[in-house]
């Protein structure tokens, strides 16, 4: 039986109307599922106006005890465990926790932007498949500027429409990252978060190392490793929250 995760609530209550089992209760002024009441319909996911309510499967809830079994993340602060489950969840690889640079305040300002409606840019499509709770702006189909490459000149181009207030992510392309790194330079943009795990021999680690020579809200990580999927993640990890919220 799937768990029911609720987070960013808005007081509407359509959910606790709607639910035919009246699983859903007011417990210490938030909402929650009651586990043996619930019978997975999932209808209260399909009322719900803002997204605030997920099912989460089995396997993934079990995933999720395993790695908790396995890698000590206990102790990082929330939304950076988040983040860092997320990714060794999507990659079965513990190595990640110590890889990643997880900054808590700027993910939180990142988390609140993405609830507040906020532009969400990417620099691949392949990472835009990833994301499927949230619209996502990706622009690597123009025409590339004269010596830039399709992605740098996607973001050169989201930059125009969306100067302040985005989350830009970066899943492959290192040239991306550094033209994104420019524009912020000569402050044509002014992101809530950049999300930079670029991945590749080229450029990669070197592009990450200079996100974090900056003073911009970020998440990175040391390696050369990176990619579409891990960058996916990691917005997941601020849209979904803890799968196992109840346990901790
Ligand atoms: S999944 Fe169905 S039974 Fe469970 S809380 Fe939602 S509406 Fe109620
Ligand atoms: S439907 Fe969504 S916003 Fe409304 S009370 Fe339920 S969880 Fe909150």
Redesign the pocket.
């Known amino acids: 039986m ?1 768990t ?1 995760v609720i987070e960013a609530c808005q007081g509407c209550g359509a ?1 606790l109307l ?7 209760r007011p417990v210490g002024g938030k909402l929650h ?2 586990g043996h ?9 399909e ?1 719900c106006p803002v997204d605030a ?1 997920r ?1 989460v499967h089995p396997i993934e809830a079990e995933s999720y005890r395993i790695l908790r079994s396995t890698v000590d993340t206990a102790r990082l602060q929330p939304l950076s465990r988040n983040v860092a489950e997320r990714i060794i969840h999507t990659t079965a690889d513990p190595a990640w926790r110590d890889d990643l640079v997880l900054d808590e305040r700027a993910l939180s300002q990142g988390a609140q932007a993405l609830a507040e409606g906020a532009p969400l840019i990417v620099d691949v499509n392949m990472v835009a498949a990833g994301i499927t709770r949230y619209p996502t702006i990706c622009h690597i189909d123009n025409t590339p500027e004269p010596g830039l490459t399709r992605a740098a000149t996607g973001f050169r181009r989201a930059a125009r429409q969306y100067p302040t207030g985005a989350v830009w992510v970066v899943g492959n392309a290192p040239t991306a990252l550094y033209e994104l790194l420019r524009l912020s330079q000569t402050n044509a943009v002014t992101p809530a978060l950049v999300i930079g795990l670029p991945v590749g021999f080229v450029g990669a680690a070197e592009s990450k190392q200079a996100l974090r020579e900056t003073t911009l809200p970020q998440l990175s990580n040391v390696s050369a490793r990176g990619g579409a999927a891990v960058a996916a993640a990691a917005v997941n990890a601020l849209l979904y929250g803890d799968p196992l919220k109840e346990d901790r």
Not at 18 to 24: L, M, R
Not at 37 to 45: F, K, Q, T
Request: net charge negative.
């Open positions: 799937e029911v959910c709607t639910c035919p089992t009246h699983a859903i599922a009651l009441l619930c019978n997975g319909c999932g209808e209260c996911v009322v309510i099912l």
